[in-house]
DNA sequence: CGACTTTTTGAGTCTAGTCAAAACATGTGG
DNA sequence: CCACATGTTTTGACTAGACTCAAAAAGTCG
């Protein structure tokens, strides 16, 4: 059977991106910023610097001295926590406009994870100290990152619960479901998750291995649910993954 | 052999911890009140209501609507998700001076995980709408609450880490740990662990069962690493329970 | 067209889960 | 204070899902 080429259509970071609209236009959607007018956002703005990085590349490692906040400008970002053994776990993928890295309000931090860029991005980022001005500044912005970071406390949770009842295939499937959800673009019949992302990261998201992670894919294609190449998976029958995230077995 | 009867020994809810002054005491020590003045926390304290649960009581369930922050006074609280099977995921345990609930600021939102009374409890809580007055009126309490939520983002992800990576053995190693990091009492040569828990807790804290839990945890009691009964746990072997959570098997 | 990476497949092993039953601890009421 | 009822923990035998190691097959890129 011929398969499909990768389907995959990155975009590429074009010196452009980072123009001063381009960099309004993201901070201005942030959920932390997006109530602001306009010029707020622009004496915001004047604060955070921008950087491009390419594909695996690393912007700060886990246990380094966090001294600034990040944004993805352009590109998805994973972060990874790093186990002894040289098993990888993927915590999250990030996309354009999504923030990262710790927020260090007062006093000095550390990472707790790896950022890694997935794709070419790039980068805004602002200093912790011109982070807690802003803070002050604009005291709504605190409650709304205080949401922000509730939020993903509340979806990490749900990753727990996962990780400690389902089985491999159900995490999977919602593991597929997830990035659909977040990185899915309509593709003919299905929905094509805009990533490159290979078997490895998807064992890492799921606590699996590799092998694991193709025989279980192989599965789904063959019953219809996911068609997938190297480093792309498009999913053809979203209700019957869900059901089979859920529930267990497909009946 | 004898074993040692049940060592723990229970704060016993009396009347009088509720007391104006013991709520006082607790509030103005939560990490995001504790730098207000004594007025303040008294004005604050206006603000919440008490109330007693016996153990095993559930304070709100998984899907209610969150209307208030909780505090516990006195007493252990632990929070389980339910899985769609009858197997429930212990988040985390709770003792005195610490919060719970989700944290509403602006509009509202839904409870994602059950609280339950793990000992006979007292528990002040707060609406969410006299919680947000609080953060308006106390601008610094907001970015305290961030960094609170923020520690429990950590560490909720290092337990996704720990799901994903590690052994049974070592996840109860490290569960143990983590319990008697915060929970723990010296007790003779040992660290007892003050909070009345089965072996169904701890399989419910590391993705097991309580039949793997009691086979690890008898391996552990042979190697003199902890002493264990009827929902009692005291660990013996600090140094050699760490190395075992980190590097795997014990040489 | 190669060289390289990623994915797939296969065989063998082992960790941890399931089911079932016995042993033990705890609190109660006689 | 003992015997019983109840819930908890332990043990045993069996099973299965997922991991490991190894090698072949298929994509991708220069």
């Known amino acids: 059977m011929v398969r499909p080429k990768s389907p995959l259509r990155l975009d590429w970071v074009d010196p452009t991106v980072c123009s ?100 070419d991005c790039c980068i805004l980022q602002i200093s912790s100290e011109s982070f807690e001005t802003v803070l002050t500044e604009y005291p709504d912005v605190t409650r709304k990152v205080l949401e922000a970071v509730s ?18 295939e159900q995490r999977i499937a919602s593991a597929l479901l997830r990035l659909a959800g977040k990185l899915g673009e309509a593709r003919g019949q299905g929905v094509l998750i805009q990533l490159p992302f290979s078997r490895q990261d998807l064992a890492a998201m799921t606590g699996s291995t590799t092998e694991t992670v193709s025989r279980v894919m192989s599965r789904f294609g063959e019953a219809g649910m996911v068609k997938s190449g190297r480093k792309w998976v498009t999913i053809m029958d979203m209700p019957r993954l869900e059901k089979l995230a859920e529930k267990g077995a497909v009946n």
């Open 20 to 119: 001063l609209d381009y960099r309004l236009k993201i901070i201005g959607r942030l959920p932390f910023f997006k109530h602001l007018p306009a010029d707020a956002i622009s004496k915001i703005n004047d604060r955070f610097h921008d950087h491009e990085v390419s594909t695996d590349e690393r912007i700060y490692f886990e246990g380094d001295e966090a001294e600034y906040l990040y944004l993805v400008a352009m590109g998805k970002v994973k972060l990874v926590r790093n186990t002894d053994s040289r098993r990888e776990v993927l915590l999250d993928i990030l996309r354009g406009g999504e923030y990262f890295g710790t927020l260090t309000v007062f006093g000095r931090s550390i990472h707790t994870e790896t950022a890694i860029a997935q794709t």
């Open 151 to 168: 939020q993903r406390l509340t979806e990490s949770q749900e990753i727990v619960k996962q990780l400690s009842a389902y089985t491999v």
